[in-house]
């Protein structure tokens, strides 16, 4: 794949590392654009968001991959503009969830009673989206049914409960309201 091909050697991760280097030097990108200095990121089933981090980056970094491409005589993997169209489409559907992923990892604060008013603004957020992105609404929708298994089994689990009565900016109103 695409990131693949950047990354498959230490000469290439320089050479496209050179290219972001020149670029921002001679303004190929543009006059106010300058790209930061950074590597492509793999996907990694292990690591929240990742696919949501690799698809930024790639957005990110795209017209020093464009060079990159063309003097690595590697044409076939450029993207078309419908292709970007479509990895932006798909950018903004994980935005959300990673979002809510950042919110619930929070390492000072205790996130539990955040959990399903989380997950509820995730649902509402997609099905906005699915409105407004309909080529994807289908794989929306393959999410939003993930979502909603976790919130059955959340609301069986009295932990949850729990949680949002002890926390003092909470108490019972989500609850009530939902």
């Known amino acids: 794949n695409l990131v693949s091909v950047c990354r498959a050697s230490g000469q290439r991760r320089k050479q496209f590392e050179d290219i972001i280097i ?3 030097k001679k303004g190929f990108w543009n006059e ?9 990121l793999r996907d990694c089933e292990t690591r929240w968001s990742s696919t ?4 930024h980056r790639v957005l990110q970094l795209y ?3 464009h060079i990159f491409l063309l003097r690595s005589e590697k044409e076939e993997y450029l993207f078309t503009e419908d292709d ?3 990895l932006y489409d798909i950018s903004h559907v994980l935005d959300i969830p990673h979002a809510a992923q950042e919110i619930l990892s929070a390492e000072h604060t205790p996130t539990l009673s955040l959990a399903l008013p989380t997950y509820e603004i995730v649902l509402d957020k997609w099905r ?6 309909p080529e994807l609404s289908h794989y929306i929708g393959v999410g939003i049914s993930k979502i909603k298994e976790y919130i059955s089994l959340a609301r069986n689990t009295r932990i949850y409960t729990h949680a ?4 003092p900016a909470m108490k019972f109103q989500w609850m009530k309201d939902h």
């Open 22 to 24: 020149e670029g921002n």
């Open 32 to 40: 106010k654009l300058s790209l930061p200095v950074l590597q492509l």
């Open 52 to 55: 949501h981090q690799m698809i």
């Open 63 to 65: 017209p020093a991959i």
């Open 84 to 86: 970007l169209n479509v």
């Open 128 to 133: 906005e989206l699915q409105g407004t992105i």
């Open 164 to 167: 949002m009565a002890l926390n």
